[in-house]
């Protein structure tokens, strides 16, 4: 079974400055898709990045960045520029390729809070 | 194009009577996926259903709650004889299925109903 960590509870940043959230996982396959997801006090579930672990290259999406580490299983994320809306609980998420089944399993999440 | 839709938003419920979470998926979406978020937890995976059909029902409990998505109208997800426990937010994702093995089918969520067992 594959297992999602993160270790760091909470994390803060100044406004303007970079953050990056650590996640690490535990897999036995080689291919599969990592996410991370951001919750806001809304709790609606945003998707922030994905990437593809057959991708050597990293994903990016404006501000966000991912630093994937495929031998070392692990899946950062960076936030540059940090806003006061990227104030909220992240969660990185691993869905595997293997047969019809797409689930997402999810770390514990992190609270990010951005001091003005 | 709506996002994914669950109500109720909020449900309160006295310990042994029924819960039932309703979820619609965006339009176009034939796949459905209900997950539990306890309190300082991540979402657990409960179910994976298709239209008609469980794919998936490892991550729910084998008593008391039960999933469906019929062919018309939206994934019902029911507790019965909720107990304390029971109390958490349970979110619905949805998904095209369409994309084939490589295809990133990306799981959009809806904004969870919070359920609390008195």
């Known amino acids: 079974a594959q297992t999602v960590t993160q270790s760091q509870p909470e994390m803060s940043v100044q406004e303007a400055e970079t953050v990056t959230l650590s996640c690490t996982y535990d897999t036995s396959e080689s291919d599969y898709y990592l996410f991370w997801y951001k919750q806001p006090p809304s709790r609606q579930m945003i998707l922030v990045i994905r990437q593809e672990a057959y991708k050597q290259q990293n994903a990016t999406e404006n501000r966000f960045s991912v630093n994937f580490q495929k031998a070392a299983k692990s899946f950062s994320l960076k936030i540059s520029d940090s806003q006061l809306g990227d104030a909220a609980m992240y969660f990185c998420?691993?869905?595997?390729?293997?047969?019809?089944?797409?689930?997402?399993?999810f770390g514990k999440g992190i609270t990010l809070s951005v001091r003005p | 194009n709506a996002g994914v839709m669950q109500n109720p938003r909020h449900l309160v419920r006295r310990r042994g009577q029924e819960a039932r979470l309703r979820c619609s998926p965006m339009k176009g979406h034939s796949h459905v996926y209900w997950y539990r978020q306890l309190p300082e937890e991540g979402l657990k995976f409960m179910v994976y259903?298709?239209?008609?059909?469980?794919?998936?029902e490892s991550g729910m409990p084998k008593e008391r709650f039960s999933a469906e998505f019929p062919k018309e109208g939206p994934s019902i997800l029911r507790i019965q004889q909720v107990v304390r426990g029971d109390s958490a937010a349970y979110f619905c994702a949805s998904s095209p299925g369409t994309g084939g093995r490589y295809s990133t089918d990306t799981q959009y969520f809806g904004p969870g109903t919070r359920l609390t067992v008195l």
């Open positions: 998420a691993y869905r595997s390729l293997t047969g019809a089944n797409s689930k997402l399993t």
């Open positions: 259903l298709q239209k008609e059909n469980i794919i998936d």
